[in-house]
Every structure is written in structure tokens, then in C-alpha cells.
Nanobody
């Protein structure tokens, strides 16, 4: 089993930055690929970014490429999402997930999920 706990969400003005963290615990947590997804009320969970188990490969959805950066510190078992130039439309609950070895954009590829972190961007 792998447990994931997100932190770092909050309220920020448009143009500002936030960094989300996802602390992973449990056996072999560092051996998984990890990803960030987001979900707004009444909408499906959308892929944001993913990183392979080694950290050597990353993937981003076009909407966030260039503004968001995913990284992984295997020594600390922690996943990060640096979010810059935030826009009101970035407002959502952000979830981290772990599963498999390589990056994937699909919710079904991930076996473990955190509880989510609310990010609110005011205009």
C-alpha cells in the first residue's frame, strides 16, 4: 500500500505562484510513476502532468505546459508541482497519484490517490 498526502494548496491572486507537495509513504512508494490531476465541481478529473518512476521522463497537458513543472525527490519520497503565472481557470482540487513505472495521462493507470488540495486563483 502507498499513502499520498498533498499539501501547499491555497488562495492566490492571478499571476501568482504556488507549489504543491505530495508526500508518499509505504512500501516501494518511490518505485512508482506519479502524476497530478485536477478536478473542478461537476467535471471530470483532468490530467495535468506526470513523471516516471526515475524522474527522467515528464509529460504535461498542453494547457499547463510552460507554466507548471513537475518534479520528484525520491530521497524524500515527495512529488512536487510548481505552478506559475496562475490563472482563475486553474482553480480546482489537485490530486496526486501513483502507479506503474512510466508516465500516463489516464486516471485508470494510477493505483493510489491522495485526498486532494484546493487551489483557488482570484482575478
Amino acid at each position: 500500500q502507498v499513502q499520498l498526502v498533498e499539501s501547499g494548496g491555497g488562495l492566490v491572486q492571478a499571476g501568482g505562484s504556488l507549489r504543491l507537495s505530495c508526500a508518499a509513504s509505504g512500501r516501494s512508494a518511490r518505485r512508482y510513476a506519479m502524476g497530478w490531476f485536477r478536478q473542478s465541481p461537476g467535471k471530470e478529473r483532468d490530467f495535468v502532468a506526470a513523471i516516471s518512476w526515475s524522474g527522467g521522463s515528464t509529460d504535461y497537458a498542453d494547457s499547463w505546459k510552460g507554466r507548471f513543472t513537475i518534479s520528484k525527490d525520491n530521497a524524500k519520497n515527495t512529488l512536487y508541482l510548481q505552478m506559475n503565472s496562475l490563472k482563475p481557470e486553474d482553480t480546482a482540487v489537485y490530486y496526486c497519484a501513483a502507479g506503474g513505472l512510466y508516465t500516463s495521462r489516464y486516471v485508470s493507470s494510477y493505483d493510489y490517490w491522495g485526498q486532494g488540495a484546493q487551489v483557488t486563483v482570484s482575478s
